[in-house]
């Protein structure tokens, strides 16, 4: 028995003694059933609270990162077969978290080992839930053009300004943001990457309500917010070199980019497929196939293309990992996942019907699926906008002249 076959018997084994029952519906419940963790965190179940406690004990909430900082240490195969058989036994994610997806691979790449050592665990542990400070009202596809100020005060920093469609401010610990620390440097250089405190004085936040009746999204403000210069003895609150944190922030975007291009984001999760709606709508025929041919023919088309888009990403992963990086690339991902994502919600909505369309209602669980569609059309803006992604495809992918 090889030692890849070893792990996985060592997996499955593991994972039937150790993933409550109640754990294994994976996208039965969509965005409600995700474990986003945190100080403010409500377990919704003492077997969800349980289940997360187990796996990052393992440190499988995050198995890749290295061992001393909570991670798993394993390696990308064992990555897939832990994955793999988690989806075999349809059990939940631990833990989502931006922690997780975006500020933690760009402190493992740009984090003094002091700050890893210090903000990476609790992660891991969904101890800490961390928001983002990126986009301002007049700075958002167009990032480089931040203005919030963060000046040098000798023992600390002071920080003034706005931030906006800062993903769950409102419910987060502890804020990664963008500043620029020096006024008169050119427009990509004078930029800081800086992690504060959410429970300190002078931040507020205030909710961004959306067409799909939610709420993810806040303004933040900075009302001369001190924040220390060392969170702890040798814990520098700026990540990276100070006044080069467009560098950093360059990196953490291609894995938001990956994230939501992917369908990483709970909020893309649905509980049911297309051909399973409409299995349930229109019935079969006599071969025991959708009885509507052309809504048939377009499922057809959309699980092909998600196949090809999960394969694509699986072999950027692979890439990345054998130090060739993902680049540009991850705006691909970006774009087509995107727009994937919003072909399958528009399928689910045809599949259903007006029904469907039901706003309020424990019939449709007040309109879950309807809430998800107008949730998608904000995919391809967050992040940097579709048209940002392919103006960046155009220019680093494609090389195309004039673009």
């Avoid at 609150?237 to 984001?265: F, P």
């Avoid at 309020?360 to 998608?376: C, I, Y």
Wanted: charged share 30%.
């Amino acid at each position: 028995m090889s030692d890849l076959e070893a792990f996985r018997k060592e997996v499955r084994a593991w994972l039937e003694e150790n993933c409550p029952k109640e754990m294994r519906d994976a996208g039965a419940g969509g965005e409600d059933s995700i474990c986003w963790g945190g100080k403010r965190w409500t377990f919704e179940s003492e077997a969800q609270k349980i289940w997360l406690g187990r796996m990052a004990e393992k440190g499988w909430t995050v198995p890749s990162w290295p061992k001393e900082y909570g991670g798993g240490g394993l390696s990308k195969e064992e990555v897939k077969i832990l994955k793999a058989e988690m989806r075999a036994i349809k059990a939940r994610s631990p833990l989502e978290s931006f922690g997780i997806w975006m500020l933690g691979p760009a402190l493992l790449k740009y984090g003094t080992h002091e700050q890893k050592a210090h903000f990476l665990p609790p992660i891991a542990r969904g101890e800490i839930r961390w928001c983002q400070g990126y986009s301002e009202p007049n700075a958002g596809s167009d990032l480089a053009s931040l203005q919030c100020k963060c000046e040098d005060k000798g023992d600390h920093w002071l920080i003034n300004g706005q931030k906006v469609w800062t993903s769950y401010a409102d419910e987060a610990d502890w804020i990664f943001v963008l500043v620029r620390t020096d006024p008169k440097a050119t427009k990509h250089t004078g930029i800081s990457f800086i992690l504060v405190n959410m429970e300190q004085d002078g931040v507020s936040t205030k909710p961004i309500k959306l067409i799909s009746g939610k709420s993810p999204f806040c303004e933040t403000f900075f009302d001369d917010a001190t924040v220390p210069k060392e969170h702890a003895p040798g814990v520098s609150a700026i990540v990276g070199e100070l006044n080069k944190g467009w560098d950093v922030a360059k990196y953490l975007l291609t894995h938001e980019r990956e994230m939501i291009g992917g369908g990483g984001s709970a909020s893309l999760i649905a509980a049911r497929s297309p051909g399973e709606i409409a299995a349930q709508k229109t019935g079969l025929d006599a071969g025991g196939r959708l009885d509507d041919s052309m809504l048939r023919a377009k499922i057809a088309q959309a699980d092909v293309d998600g196949w090809a888009f999960m394969l694509t990403m699986e072999r950027m992963k692979d890439e990345a990992k054998a130090g060739q990086g993902t680049g540009a690339n991850s705006s691909m991902l970006k774009y087509y996942g995107t727009e994937l994502n919003k072909r399958r919600y528009e399928l689910m909505m045809d599949a259903g019907g007006s029904d469907e369309l039901e706003w309020e209602g424990e019939r449709t669980k007040d309109g879950k699926l309807a809430r998800g569609w107008l949730r998608t059309k904000a995919n391809s803006i967050e992040g940097g906008t579709s048209e940002v992604q392919l103006n960046i495809i155009a220019k680093r992918i494609l090389e195309l002249p004039g673009a």
